[in-house]
């Protein structure tokens, strides 16, 4: 099952963004395995604020 980017921007075209990303990554991630390069990605990520 894969997972759905949502995003909450007001901007219509910063809606588009994450599933653009999604999109560039497989098509990365097809593109390494076809030429034999090692393909490196992040599962997930965390943000946090740090305090001073």
């Known amino acids: 099952m894969k997972s759905v980017a ?3 921007l007001k901007d219509p075209d910063l809606q588009k963004v994450p ?4 999109r560039a990554a497989e098509k ?3 593109l390494a395995e076809q030429t034999g390069t090692p393909f ?7 943000t946090g604020k740090q305090s001073k």
């Open 6 to 8: 949502v995003s909450h």
């Open 19 to 22: 599933q653009a990303l999604l």
């Open 28 to 30: 990365a991630r097809q």
């Open 40 to 46: 490196v990605s992040r599962k997930t990520s965390t």
